[in-house]
C-alpha cells in the first residue's frame, strides 16, 4: 500500500554557463537530497545552463537524448530510488530551443515531460528586457504525470502567474503543482510569495518550486526562495538565495481536507461576462 506521506526536497542551484559543472552541481545537492530522507526531488528551470547571449546558448544546447544533465539525473534517480523532477534544461527544437521539464521515475526512466507554455515577454522599469519568445518555442500542452502519491502538475517560472492553468491541472486531478523557476530578484521580492500560496489556496494543493538563486555568471540576478507551500497556503520550507537543498514532509491526507472544508474545484460553476455600457456610451452610439 502507498504511503500517503513523503518527503519533498527542493534543490536550490546558482546554475552557469558551464554545463557540465551544472550537471555535477545538481547531482550532488539531488544525492544531498537524498542522504536527508527525500522522496522526491526538483531542481529548478534552467538547471544545465543560465546565459543570456543567444549564440553561445545554441552551442552548448543539443537535442533531448545527448543531453548530459537528463542523463546524469536519470542515473542518480535509479540509484537512490528516488523520484526526480529537472524543472527545466533547454532542449534544441529546430531554430529554437523548447524549456522543458522532465520527470523520472526511481528506474530512472522519463516518464513526463513539458514545455514551458507561458513565455517571459517584458521590459521591467529597471531597465531590464526579456524576450523568451526569441529564443524559446512555447509548449500547447498541460502536463499532469502520476507520481507514487497522486499526480503532480508540471509548470514552469512564468506560468505561476495563470491562474487558470493550476485550475484546469487541479480540475484534471493533481494534488502537487510546480513552477520551479529562474525569477528575477526584482519580480520575486513584489510577488513569488503571493503568487504560490495564491495557487495553493485556489486549488487546495501543494505548490513545490525549486528556484534559481543569486547573482549568475550571465549578470542576471534570481530570487530563490525556493518553497513548499500547503494547500492552507502554509510555508512549509522555504530557501535563500544560496544553493541548497530544503524538504517538507507532505501528507497527501492534507489535499483532500483543505479540499471537503472549502470546495471551490467542486463549486466553479460556468459563467458568461456582460459588458455594460454607460449611459453615455449609449446616447452616443444612438446618436
Known amino acids: 500500500m502507498t504511503s500517503t506521506r ?5 534543490v536550490q542551484m546558482r546554475s552557469g554557463r558551464d554545463v557540465l559543472k551544472n550537471r555535477d552541481d545538481a547531482v550532488a545537492l539531488v544525492r544531498e537530497a537524498a542522504s536527508q530522507g527525500a522522496h522526491f526531488a526538483q531542481t529548478p528551470e534552467m538547471t544545465s545552463l543560465v546565459c543570456r547571449d543567444r549564440a553561445e546558448l545554441f552551442d552548448k544546447v543539443g537535442p ?3 543531453d548530459p544533465v537528463l542523463a546524469a539525473l536519470r542515473e542518480v534517480a535509479r540509484e537512490k530510488g528516488i523520484v526526480v523532477q529537472i524543472g527545466s534544461i533547454a532542449v534544441k527544437e529546430g531554430d529554437k530551443v523548447a524549456n522543458r521539464a522532465f520527470l523520472i521515475d526511481r528506474d530512472g526512466e522519463v516518464t513526463a515531460s513539458y514545455d514551458k507554455v507561458h513565455l517571459y515577454d517584458v521590459d521591467l522599469p529597471n531597465g531590464e528586457s526579456w524576450r523568451e519568445s526569441a529564443t524559446y518555442t512555447g509548449g500547447s500542452s498541460a502536463v499532469a504525470a502520476e507520481i507514487p502519491w497522486g499526480h503532480l502538475g508540471m509548470t514552469i517560472c512564468y506560468d505561476v502567474r495563470f491562474a487558470a492553468l493550476y485550475k484546469a491541472l487541479a480540475e484534471n486531478g493533481a494534488s502537487f503543482l510546480s513552477a520551479p523557476a529562474a525569477f528575477t530578484r526584482q519580480t520575486g521580492e513584489a510577488h513569488w510569495h503571493v503568487l504560490h500560496r495564491a495557487r495553493a ?9 525549486a528556484a534559481q538563486g543569486g547573482l549568475h555568471e550571465d549578470g542576471r540576478e534570481t530570487y530563490g526562495h525556493s518553497l513548499i507551500v500547503d494547500p492552507w497556503g502554509r510555508v512549509l520550507a522555504e530557501g535563500g538565495t544560496e544553493p541548497g537543498v530544503f524538504l517538507a514532509e507532505i501528507d497527501t491526507a492534507l489535499v483532500a481536507d483543505v479540499r471537503g472544508r ?10 458568461k461576462v456582460e ?6 456610451t449609449d446616447r452616443a452610439a444612438s446618436a
Open 6 to 10: 513523503f518527503t519533498a526536497a527542493c
Open 64 to 66: 533531448e537524448a545527448q
Open 275 to 280: 459588458v455594460v455600457p454607460t449611459i453615455e
Open 201 to 209: 489556496i485556489e486549488t487546495g494543493s501543494f505548490m513545490i518550486s
Open 262 to 271: 472549502i470546495p471551490t474545484l467542486k463549486n466553479a460553476r460556468p459563467f
